[in-house]
């Protein structure tokens, strides 16, 4: 796997505060504001090992267009160097130089159109110590939906190393079914 964890998911929001508020006092999570690479600070919550970072709409972080949602996940990478060189064995684009990140890391863009469309940079590793909760311990998948699901798997899985925990069909979303599985 070219990044070691799930180091940050980053959601954008029309009003930062109603989420924020949402996931301390529903979820327990504590706030940390954090170095937004921009100059300010940014709201984020630990889950486990991942950082949450809420951002408000038309933050430098994440583009002055960006709708309210996530916007893009970053896996950390102890040597982004490397990380960056993994990426490029596996046949995917990366940006050349690094950009400023969360609590002053660098990161680096994956080329979306490389990853089924979906927003991914490398990081640097943030502090997760910082504001965990026994409230959540983790972030337990991240679900990915494409147009072209074989595609998605291929590069995903095959070329970056990511577990497929499973695979839902839009057959599966019109028909209500109770289903239960276990490990």
Known sequence: MFGQTLAYVALVARDPVVPAAL???QLGLARVDRDDGHGGK???FTAGETVIALFPVGHPFVGVDAPPGVHHIAFGAADLNKGIALVRDAGIA???HPKPGLGGRKRIAIEPTSLCGIRTWLTEPLD????RSSA???IDHIGV???DNQAAVAVWSQQLGCVVESQQTDMEMMIPVESF???
């Not at 997760?128 to 504001?131: K, L, T, W």
């Open 136 to 138: 959540v311990e983790r």
């Open 42 to 44: 940014v709201a984020t």
């Open 23 to 25: 996931l301390e006092r």
């Open 94 to 96: 990366a940006a050349a």
């Open 181 to 183: 599985t276990s490990d």
């Open 145 to 147: 939906a494409s147009g």
């Open 128 to 131: 997760a110590s910082a504001g």
